[in-house]
């Protein structure tokens, strides 16, 4: 049997939060740890998580599993359990609602400040805006952000200033819009970011790469976002 | 009880995935109060999953593709019973919604001329049928709805609409004059019930892959829009019409896209046999995805399946070689390392049928607007309520949808209702306002479920449902089986609305949620249910064993479920084109 | 857009240069002094005095302790933004924060004031 530890805390019975174990039979499988959560609900139907596409693209059961942020339903057993047990927190750093599920709105506050869509001020043409393959694939590793938050949630800037720094999710995201050929307000989005907070609260602790359950590189977007400063400030 | 707060909007949108959205953006441009209402964040839609692409004849690929050739192929794929006016302004129309979504800045692939990237597709021709394969499905990699989904949520942020996350639609207000007034809405976060009034209601709810134990849909594909609208007592459309897509991952139910076979990709069988040459002896893998799924079957059938229990057909990729496969199907590789355990480059995907797609739904006309019929059989519109995406049956899919056109009935009917809303906005509006008992009567269900004490587990009775229909209402049919399968839901029925809900509290109950989700899921369910047992032919996605024929003599029209009586009946499918003649029904191969 | 007025540099990339800057010219100040002190194995008082009162020294050195103050500057301007924070520890967290920062600017000014009284006294 495996020892299953989940965070739980329902705001209208409990004064405050504290971990339940649950014994799981795994029948020597190795499930993903949206299965198991599943059928602990079964049991259990208050424990309470996000859930939707469960293949690893829509970006709701993220969740700290056994100390690392992860999305519940890509992360196999065999990856997170250590001495047969189990651990399944909140992310981390933001405001606990209920259980396994956050409020995320600070973390949707810092992605809409950077203006998350095409800027392009000269006028459409009958078709598409043209663009090579070489400038659409510096959107590869950009565009397939799903917006989780396991990075966002891992990084102690993050935790420190929600609020002001705009994290590594956000950040990515700037930079798919930086990058993109077709935007034309690249001056307007750096001018924007150009104070202590919103990038430079990067110390390149680089969590966000180790979590990141696309294999997306956030610390080195953020180092092209510097680098675009830098070229526009010199 | 009925004293509960009110929004008011003009326009509210129940659903936030693409079609929602779509619509969503044309009302917020327009300056109309619109509000959409979801369950999930947007981008947890179940669109972010959609990976091939959107067909649409942009003329990228061959400069002289044709709307018209689209148009043959949709018809032909929907196995005639399609309205041909909807499909026609979909084809029509579609370039149009594509290049503006590449304006709002849908990151498509390229071809080396800088224009978006279209690979092939099944059922796709050149020349109505005569110029051979056609590649006409736009693409972003395989990742094509992520893209798209994304790049609407941006597009409504950059317009500023209202987003009710995180939101329930439970029920419809309907008005004294059976128009539709609004929607009962619940905060899933703090657990609090409003009327949220609106001169138009639009459901863009999305499908219910749920009903099945094997499915590529998300968990929410729950058909909240199609549950609501036949307790509201209207009727729904084709709802019998379910595709099984041909590559879900064994096992695990993920979906594995066309676009594999689109690629060079293709299935075989335990003797390492393409057996599509058989069975389509032209399109072969890229046949229809009726026909695909079929064949499969009776691969599977007649012992020729893969694995140790001969339950599966193989999707072979690895002479596509790395670099493609990098480069083309990179979300492919992910999913099919992560679910199936086999990396593409080296060994194939073992792959069954699993449900994907709802062909039926709320029929509309083209302007979104949800319709029934008279005592005499003509077409009433229902005031107030519009439906779009897969949640509508407006009907472009008619038996069966072809791969790629779910992502463009998404956009050109988000964005036809939206238009469409706007103009009656303009030229004004007037519902009578809901009475405290029409109100009422929206939340006679919640209460209920609030209210309840014993009852059963809501997960098992899901279960149980997806058994029955994955059992009796799968790829193949057969009216005594059937019988049986609808005998079993009559029995579930009591069963599922006594469920229980053991867990009362407010913030954030997910449980009330997958309660209310349940008899969502089990109203479609029924409704499938008798209306495949009532239409005796095969015809698309509906493959009898006793009716193996198509019937165009009795069923060359849609089939209408009208949940009062439950009674089957048929609507006239729309013949008339504007542009031309209309095509007609032939024998379908290919 | 994040304001900031007590940042040295007050805008990002201008604290983040700074900080690089100033890190070279200690680096560099560091290797010079090790290397000066190992290549000189029997250091007298005289060499040392008249090292340090040589206008590059001494120019050298004022770099450095202009790098250091700036370094320290950008850093616990940092550290302080960090965690004493109104989300942290309260709103008492703004007064407490100005406190410190411009304890810290003030106790810097006179480490530098000190130390070029000290490079010129030579």
Not at chain 1, 16 to 42: A, H, N, R, S, W
Not at chain 1, 71 to 95: D, Q, Y
Not at chain 3, 102 to 119: E, F
Request: net charge negative; proline share 4%.
């Amino acid at each position: 049997m495996l020892n299953v530890s989940i965070y739980r805390y329902n705001p209208e019975v409990d004064s405050e939060p504290y971990m339940q174990d649950f014994e799981f039979d795994t029948q020597g499988k190795d499930i993903m740890v949206l299965d198991v959560l599943e059928k602990l609900k079964i049991e259990d139907p208050t424990l309470v998580f996000r859930r939707s596409c469960r293949e690893g693209v829509c970006g709701s059961d993220g969740m700290n599993i056994s100390g690392k942020n992860g999305l519940a339903c890509v992360t196999p057993l065999s990856s997170v359990v250590k001495k047969n047990k189990l651990v399944i927190r909140p992310l981390p750093g933001l405001p606990v609602i209920r259980d396994l599920v956050i409020d995320m709105s600070q973390f949707y506050a810092q992605y809409e400040k950077i203006q998350p869509y095409m800027i392009n001020d000269t006028p459409a043409p009958a078709i598409e805006r043209l663009q090579s393959q070489e400038e659409r694939a510096k959107l590869d590793g950009l565009y397939e952000c799903i917006l989780c938050a396991c990075c966002s949630t891992a990084c102690p800037s993050f935790w420190w200033n929600p609020d002001k720094f705009i994290g590594p999710s956000g950040l990515l995201q700037a930079y798919r819009f930086l990058a993109d050929s077709r935007d034309t307000a690249t001056e307007a989005r750096l001018s924007n970011l150009d104070d202590p907070f919103s990038v430079f609260r990067c110390h390149g602790i680089m969590n966000c790469v180790q979590v990141c359950p696309k294999g997306l590189n956030p610390t080195k977007a953020i180092g092209h976002i510097r680098d675009m400063l830098m070229r526009t400030a010199t | 009880m009925a004293n509960i707060r009110t929004m008011t909007f003009d326009a509210v949108i129940v659903g936030g995935g693409g079609s929602g959205m779509r619509a969503a953006l044309q009302l917020a441009q327009s300056g109309y109060k619109t509000a959409v209402i979801t369950k999930v964040f947007p981008t947890r839609s179940h669109t972010v999953s959609a990976q091939g692409g959107i067909t649409c004849a942009i003329a990228s690929d061959d400069p002289n593709d044709q709307w018209q050739w689209h148009m043959y192929d949709t018809v032909k794929g929907a196995d005639f019973i399609g309205d041909q006016e909807a499909i026609e302004y979909m084809c029509q129309t579609g370039p149009e919604a594509i290049f503006e979504l590449e304006h709002m800045g849908l990151p498509f692939s390229r071809t080396e001329e800088g224009r978006i990237y279209q690979r092939p597709f099944g059922g796709q021709s050149k020349d109505f049928g005569k110029g051979g394969q056609a590649a006409r499905t736009c693409a972003a990699a395989d990742r094509t709805g992520h893209a798209l989904l994304h790049t609407l949520y941006q597009g409504n942020l950059k317009n500023e609409t209202t987003f009710l996350n995180e939101w329930f639609a439970v029920d419809i207000v309907k008005n004294s004059d059976n128009a539709v007034v609004g929607v009962v809405a619940l905060n899933i976060e703090t657990g609090e019930t409003v009327y949220v009034k609106s001169k138009a209601t639009v459901f863009a709810t999305g499908g219910a892959g749920r009903i099945y134990a094997s499915t590529t849909n998300a968990h929410i594909c729950t058909g909240d829009g199609i549950g609501m609208a036949l307790r509201a007592g209207f009727p729904v459309q084709d709802i019998e019409m379910w595709q099984f897509h041909p590559t879900g991952i064994h096992g695990a139910g993920t979906l594995v896209t066309e676009g594999c076979r689109g690629e060079g990709g293709y299935l075989v069988n335990k003797d390492g046999e393409r057996f599509m040459e058989r069975y389509a002896p032209n399109a072969k893998d890229l046949a229809g995805r009726d026909v695909v799924a079929r064949s499969m079957v009776l691969e599977i059938l007649e012992g020729r399946g893969c694995g140790p229990d001969g339950d599966h057909v193989y999707l072979k990729l690895d002479h596509l070689g790395e670099e493609t496969l990098n480069a083309k199907l990179p979300g492919i590789l992910e999913l099919s390392r992560t679910f199936a355990h086999a990396d593409p480059v080296k060994e194939p995907i073992p792959v069954v049928p699993t449900c994907h797609y709802m062909m039926g739904g709320i029929p509309t006309n083209v302007n979104g607007q949800a319709l029934t019929v008279d005592g005499e059989g003509n077409d009433q519109v229902i005031e107030g309520f519009y439906a779009c995406g897969e949640a509508a049956c407006v009907s472009v899919h008619g038996a069966n949808r072809l791969g790629g056109n779910s992502l463009l009935d998404l956009v050109v009917f988000g964005r036809a209702s939206g238009m469409f809303i706007e103009q009656q906005l303009r030229e004004g509006v007037e519902l009578k306002d809901a009475s405290e008992a029409d109100i009422e009567a929206a939340m006679a269900g919640l209460n209920e479920l609030n209210d309840s004490t014993g009852g059963e587990n809501a997960s098992v009775l899901r279960a149980e449902l997806q058994t029955i229909m994955q059992n009796y209402f799968g790829v193949f049919r057969r009216g005594d089986f059937m019988q049986e399968g609808i005998a079993k839901l009559a029995a579930l029925r009591p069963r599922i609305k006594n469920v229980a809900l053991s867990d009362k509290s407010n913030a954030f109950n997910t449980s009330r949620i997958e309660a209310l989700e349940l008899q969502n899921l089990f109203e479609v369910a029924e409704a499938t249910a008798i209306t495949a047992e009532a239409r005796t032919e095969s015809r698309g996605a509906h493959a009898r064993e006793d009716f193996q024929e198509r019937d165009d003599v009795n069923w060359l029209c849609h089939s209408l479920f009208f949940p009062a009586d439950k009674r089957v009946g048929k609507r006239d499918v729309n013949f008339t084109l504007k542009t031309r003649e209309a095509f007609e029904p032939q024998i379908r191969t290919y | 857009m994040v304001t900031n007025v007590t940042s040295l540099g007050r805008s990002g990339l201008s604290d983040w240069l700074i900080a690089r800057v100033s890190a070279y010219v200690m680096t560099a100040y560091l290797i010079f002094i090790v290397g000066y002190l190992m290549l000189t194995p029997e250091l007298s008082y005289t060499q040392w005095a008249a090292l340090n009162s040589s206008l590059p020294m001494r120019m050298f050195s004022l770099l450095t302790i202009l790098s250091i103050a700036a370094h320290a500057w950008i850093g616990m301007w940092c550290v302080l933004t960090d965690y004493i924070t109104v989300r942290l520890i309260g709103p008492k967290a703004t007064a407490l924060r100005i406190i410190f920062q411009l304890g810290m600017i003030a106790i810097t000014l006179l480490y530098v004031i000190w130390a070029i009284d000290i490079l010129w006294g030579i």
